[in-house]
């Protein structure tokens, strides 16, 4: 609120983008600071793939809660959102992929959105513009199956293109397989916690 204030007496009207640093105060005070230290006149990327899957899924984001569900439909009820983006891959190997059996081979492996339960996965492309580029929103009830999508959307773009991929120094694909592999490693032990953890109370 302070910041959109600001933003207002000086005529700035419309979205802006924030960013933050989060700190504790000090050694004895371990309560948590909020510095504002970026600011951008635009809507921020999340915030643009944040309302598209608003607009896809019929959910609505609770502030208070910081959660958000997705609307009913006729095949289930009202469900928690949960949501991955990749954000935009770019490696000059994915400009070669033809579309056409790209996008057959997603359907085969079950990577595509389903219209009637509002999952799955939406493709982010943008060849038009940035030859090259790929993004991927995998959309779920659950976050452990939305990483589970966003791996197997990994392994699907590693088989179409060269195995020196992730060494391009222009590309940002190496970043995403390091990324994915942490989300997926990450999502395994929370899956063994939970075991042990019912198993204990048991």
């Known amino acids: 609120f302070s910041v959109g204030a600001a933003a207002f007496r000086k005529k700035i009207m419309g979205y802006l983008s924030v960013d933050f640093v989060v700190h504790e105060r000090g050694a004895k005070d371990r309560s948590l600071r909020l510095w504002a230290v970026d600011l951008d006149l635009c809507l921020s990327t999340n915030a643009a793939v944040h ?24 095949l289930r009820p009202e469900q928690p959102l949960s949501y991955i983006y990749s954000g935009l891959i770019y490696n000059p190997y994915i400009g070669a992929i033809r579309h056409s059996p790209f996008f057959n081979d997603c359907r ?15 493709f982010h492309l943008v060849d ?5 580029c790929l993004g991927a929103v995998c959309i779920s009830s659950s976050y452990s199956q939305c990483v589970t999508l966003l791996s197997e959307v990994q392994q699907l773009v590693q088989s179409e293109i060269a195995k020196d991929a992730e060494s391009i120094l222009e590309s940002n694909y190496g970043y995403f397989v390091a990324a994915v592999k942490h989300l997926a490693m990450r999502n395994i032990s929370e899956k063994k916690g939970d075991k042990r953890s019912r198993h204990q109370a048991l």
Not at 108 to 122: A, E, I, P, Q, W
Not at 128 to 132: A, H, I, P, W, Y
């Open 51 to 74: 309302q598209y899957i608003e607009l896809v899924t019929g959910a609505r984001f609770d502030p208070e809660t910081g959660s958000a569900m997705m609307a009913a439909t006729s």
């Open 108 to 122: 085969k492996r079950g990577l595509s959105f389903d219209l009637d339960m509002k999952t799955g996965v939406l």
């Open 128 to 132: 038009t513009l940035l030859k090259g």
